[in-house]
């Protein structure tokens, strides 16, 4: 069975600290994607990762991929409480489905 | 570009009604759309993958005659619960596959959601 994993699930940081959220998953896949959701809202695309070795920055955030350990990471700088929202990765499954499989999430809060 | 509107954003209905979504791409062709089920503070599950001009393909444990599926033209595709319960409550949101020039990313462009509350 296919899985995406995310940890951690919840996340409690202070403003200003650095921190790395970690998403694995069980199938080959080179293709992975990050979106942001707030409360009642639908996702916002933050990052498209499409290649072993990938690193894509945006502001406070950034990605990257490395396919052989089926892992990608989302880590952000200097945190604001802006940054609070639940984060996502989805994996491409490809197999000519087009399908994503999505993570578990990420609750992050961070405090002011 | 590559806009996805969803509607209505928000339904509450009786139980036994049936609920139509609307899932429209505004500014591109869709062949292919996908429709999620949400459960509070959890992630998004993939219900169907809906094709258009074909039947839509549903995920293991989802009941087909429960959740239709109709993609009729390359910009529309609706999800209708049919004899809604409280326990299909839930937030539905859509996604479209890119247009074709994006189609080796294969992005999705997400809908704003639907809130269905049955009562």
């Known amino acids: 069975e296919l899985k995406v994993e995310q940890n951690p699930l919840f996340l409690s940081m202070q403003e200003g600290k650095n921190y790395t959220i970690y998403c694995n998953y069980s199938?080959?896949?080179?293709?992975l994607y990050w979106y942001r959701q707030d409360p009642g809202k639908s996702l916002e695309s933050l990052f498209v990762?499409?290649?072993?070795?990938a690193v894509k920055q945006e502001g406070r955030l950034m990605a990257s991929l490395d396919t052989k350990a089926r892992l990608s990471t989302l880590h952000i700088t200097a945190a604001v409480h802006d940054l609070s929202a639940t984060y996502f990765c989805?994996?491409?499954?490809?197999?000519?489905?087009?399908?994503?499989?999505f993570g578990t999430g990420t609750r992050l809060k961070v405090l002011a | 570009g590559a806009v996805v509107s969803q509607h209505p954003s928000r339904v509450i209905c009786k139980s036994g009604t049936s609920v139509k979504i609307e899932c429209r791409s505004l500014?591109?062709?869709?062949?292919?759309m996908f429709w999620y089920r949400q459960f509070p503070k959890k992630s998004l599950m993939l219900m169907a993958t809906?094709?258009?001009?074909?039947?839509?393909?549903?995920e293991q444990g989802v009941e087909k005659d429960k959740f239709l599926i109709n993609h009729a033209s390359l910009t529309l595709s609706t999800l209708t619960v049919t004899s809604a319960h409280p326990e299909d409550s839930s937030f539905y949101i859509c996604?479209?596959?890119?247009?074709?020039?994006?189609?080796?990313?294969?992005?999705?462009?997400f809908g704003a959601g639907t809130r269905l509350s049955v009562l």
């Open positions: 996604s479209a596959r890119a247009p074709r020039r994006d189609w080796a990313k294969n992005i999705q462009y």
């Open positions: 199938t080959t896949s080179d293709r």
């Open positions: 990762l499409l290649s072993n070795g």
């Open positions: 989805a994996v491409d499954i490809s197999s000519g489905t087009y399908k994503y499989i």
């Open positions: 500014d591109f062709q869709a062949t292919t």
């Open positions: 809906s094709n258009e001009g074909s039947k839509a393909t549903y």
